[in-house]
């Protein structure tokens, strides 16, 4: 069973940026790692994936061209930059990994996900 431990979020004007981290732990993971969001009232929607080995990378609408997600293998972490970040951006964020593409499968199947971290933007 894979844990995923996540850091970073937090309060931050229009415009700001912040970066999520995401370390895998448990076991040897393969398979896809990344971010949904779900903000209130709203369904968790894709972000943003990528593949453990061999780093190809998955965008979803909500944040392309505002995101990028990166891998760094010393540290067995996955990182989420984002940049000028909008009031629409809030939700809660959260790490997820399956050995399938998060992007293609049912949501509620994912096989693991962390606790899930605020971003709140706001004026």
């Known amino acids: 069973q894979v844990q995923l431990a996540e850091s970073g979020g937090g309060s931050v004007q229009p415009g700001a940026s912040l970066r999520l981290s995401c370390a895998p732990s448990?076991?040897?993971?393969?398979?896809?790692l990344g971010w949904f969001r779900q903000a209130p009232g709203k369904e968790r929607e894709f972000v943003v994936a990528?593949?453990?080995?061999?780093?190809?990378?998955w965008y979803g609408d909500p944040m392309k061209g505002r995101i990028t997600i990166a891998r760094d293998s010393a540290k067995n972490t996955v990182y989420l930059q984002m940049r000028n970040l909008k009031p629409e951006d809030t939700a809660v964020y959260y790490c997820?990994?399956?050995?399938?593409?998060?992007?293609?499968?049912?949501?509620?199947?994912?096989?693991?996900w962390g606790r899930g971290t605020q971003v709140t933007v706001s004026s």
């Open positions: 997820a990994a399956d050995r399938r593409d998060i992007w293609q499968v049912g949501v509620d199947t994912i096989a693991a």
């Open positions: 448990g076991r040897t993971f393969e398979g896809t």
């Open positions: 990528i593949r453990w080995n061999g780093g190809e990378t």
